[in-house]
């Protein structure tokens, strides 16, 4: 699936009343996240990237594809160091996964088992379930 397409349900499904979404395409900040939200006071940042899942295993999944930039990296280092978190929201062809930013130096490497693992919330697709959406909404914004 493209990226539009699963940034349109996550638009869609997460946000609750009264949060503020918006997709932002800055040319200005090399390496800023390209998704902001707010609920209830917490702001964060998310990076979207929507790869198609390798055949084998073992395979980086984001080995040729949809690789995390290095001004992406930075921007990620920066958050953290300014006491702030971010977040990479990964839409493949078979799964959604939350990871948060500080994989972001070891993402191109990792492997769809290790993204997983590391994950602080993952389903595969397509989400029927309300209350996934739900909890993928806790996990952000730890309310």
């Not at 902001?36 to 702001?43: D, H, I, P, R, V």
């Not at 958050?79 to 978190?85: D, E, I, K, T």
């Not at 996964?97 to 595969?124: H, P, Y």
């Amino acid at each position: 699936m493209a990226e539009s397409t699963d940034y349109k349900r996550f638009k869609a499904k997460v946000p609750q009343p009264g949060d503020r979404l918006d997709r932002v395409e800055n040319i200005l900040v090399r390496g800023m996240p390209d998704i902001n939200m707010c609920s209830k006071g917490t702001e964060i940042w998310m990076e979207q990237k929507s790869p198609r899942e390798p055949k084998r295993p073992r395979t980086p999944l984001f080995g040729s594809n949809h690789r995390v930039s290095q001004n992406q990296k930075n921007w990620f280092l920066r958050q953290r160091q300014a006491g702030r978190r971010a977040w990479f929201l990964i839409t493949t062809d078979k799964r959604w996964m939350l990871i948060d930013g500080i994989f972001a130096d070891q993402l191109n490497e990792m492997t769809v088992n290790e993204l997983i693992m590391c994950s602080s919330w993952s389903t595969l697709k397509p989400v029927r379930d309300r209350g996934q959406w739900a909890a993928l909404h806790a996990v952000l914004f730890g309310h």
